[in-house]
């Protein structure tokens, strides 16, 4: 391999990477918390998703820094300019970096594990369930005891309230991971339409 090819490989590497963020950006900037009222009844929430991906797809060290300051910027542009409620932010707030982070780790787990030639559905479901779960416990367990939302927490009223919300967040992560790997192996597919 010449160093012109090797060139032109890192410029398409690295604009395929450009691309993916440029999405997942999007993503977050359109349904973080659902600031636009437009699409709040349309399509689910997609930042957990959007973490998980991120470390899927993104190679950059900074990657996971950047979507998780991307998201603080979001709810404080919200809660500032944009009218919405502040009753989330509380001292567990900073529990989101390690409740994000669990996603970002079970999306780069998947891409160590499997690999991305072509997402396999079993351990994609597999990993995106265990990043769910590990990140509602840890978000919403860190708010229900240490937001002083609530004066007498116990483990009926956390699981009650877990229940309610839990299947939301896991229909949008199944919603979200399930486009993303069928655009992913659609575009495999377009690229290399000998191996398919």
Do not use: K
């Amino acid at each position: 391999m010449n160093s012109l090819s090797c060139t032109r490989d890192h410029g398409i590497y690295r604009a395929r990477q450009a691309a993916i963020a440029a999405v997942l950006i999007s993503l977050m900037v359109l349904t973080r918390g659902h600031h636009f009222p437009l699409l709040r009844n349309i399509v689910p929430g997609a930042s957990w998703a959007v973490f998980f991906l991120a470390g899927m797809y993104l190679n950059a060290p900074l990657a996971l820094a950047g979507f998780l300051g991307l998201a603080v910027g979001i709810d404080y542009a919200a809660i500032e300019w944009g009218g919405t409620r502040a009753f989330c932010v509380s001292p567990a707030y900073i529990a989101l970096l390690p409740a994000y982070a669990s996603l970002w780790l079970a999306g780069r787990g998947y891409r160590l594990g499997w690999g991305l030639e072509r997402i396999a559905p079993l351990p994609l479901v597999f990993c995106g369930l265990l990043g769910t779960l590990v990140c509602d416990v840890i978000s919403s367990g860190s708010f229900y005891l240490y937001s002083g939302r609530f004066a007498y927490p116990n483990w009926a009223e956390y699981l009650a309230r877990s229940a309610q919300h839990l299947p939301r967040c896991l229909v949008a992560m199944g919603l979200w991971l399930s486009m993303a790997a069928l655009a992913h192996n659609l575009l495999l597919a377009r690229r290399n339409p000998a191996h398919h």
